[in-house]
């Protein structure tokens, strides 16, 4: 069972469990009507039946065998020019926990903040912010983390069993992550940006390797960097181009 967590400071002091929910990101989202909504609520879902991924996907889950939550946060002196912060938080959040449970494996974070082991995706990660220009007000930040689900419909997908050949306990998990997701946010909160940065190129897949990708059309190209709004920039015959997340494909 989900409970109300005694090691965060401010995450997870308020715990939501849904046996079953459409979109945890959704539910999340309703609650910033309510005035008395507080940082760090988390909602939590055995069953999300309409779960939602980037650039308009489903994300489909096994009931009971995942991690599927949303947690509210109020990023308000962050800066709308530099909400990519918040994904590389979140991602290596995810990352940070992962390396510790997996230590031989290789955990890495594809842009802009999937997390894959050993070449796999085994999270992928919904944030949806509300604005009061310059600053953020709300972020709702969605975690998927494949858990304890063995047969996924790509072959491109993993779980945390699969890799380990053993269950893990979904509670305990989602203590670990939302305790590591605070400790990265507290950075955010610091405006350590460039440790996050720094962290975040250091993980991601395809930094200064040449690799294939679609856009209009197929090249070839070498991440060099990523712009300070999160659009990846890739060297392609010398010249650098900025992408955003639906301009381009990694193939
Ligand atoms: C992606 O990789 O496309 C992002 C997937 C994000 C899924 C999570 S599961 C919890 C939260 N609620 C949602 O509806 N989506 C996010």
């Known amino acids: ?63 009971g065998l995942n991690l599927t939550f949303s947690i509210i946060l109020k990023p308000n002196t962050l800066q709308i020019k530099h909400q990519f912060n918040l994904n590389m938080m979140a991602s290596l959040a995810v990352s940070d926990m992962l ?24 999270s992928g990660i919904l944030i949806e912010n509300t604005l009061k220009p310059p600053f953020l007000e709300y972020a709702v930040v969605g975690i998927g983390l494949n858990v304890n689900q063995e047969r996924f419909g790509s072959d491109k997908a993993t779980s945390m069993k699969r890799i380990s050949r053993q269950d893990h306990s979904l509670p305990e998990l989602f203590e670990l992550l939302i305790f590591s997701l605070e400790k990265r946010y507290m950075q955010l909160k610091s405006r350590e940006y460039p440790l996050l940065k720094t962290d975040y190129m250091t993980h991601l897949i395809g930094f200064r390797h040449s690799r294939r990708f679609r856009s209009e059309y197929e090249f070839e190209g070498v991440i060099e960097d990523v712009s300070e709004e999160g659009k990846l920039l890739i060297n392609i015959k010398g010249q650098r181009k900025a992408f955003d997340l639906k301009e381009i494909t990694f193939l």
């Open 1 to 63: 069972m989900y409970k109300i967590l005694a090691k965060t400071l401010f995450l997870g002091k308020r715990v939501i469990y849904m046996p079953t929910c459409h979109s945890t990101n959704d539910i999340a989202a309703n609650m910033l009507e309510k005035p008395d909504n507080q940082e760090g609520i988390v909602i939590v879902t055995d069953n999300q039946t309409s779960g939602k991924g980037q650039r308009g996907n489903v994300w489909h889950s096994e009931p």
């Open 99 to 122: 390396k510790e449970l997996l230590p031989t494996e290789e955990v890495k974070v594809k842009w802009p903040n999937d997390v894959y082991v050993n070449e796999k995706k085994i």
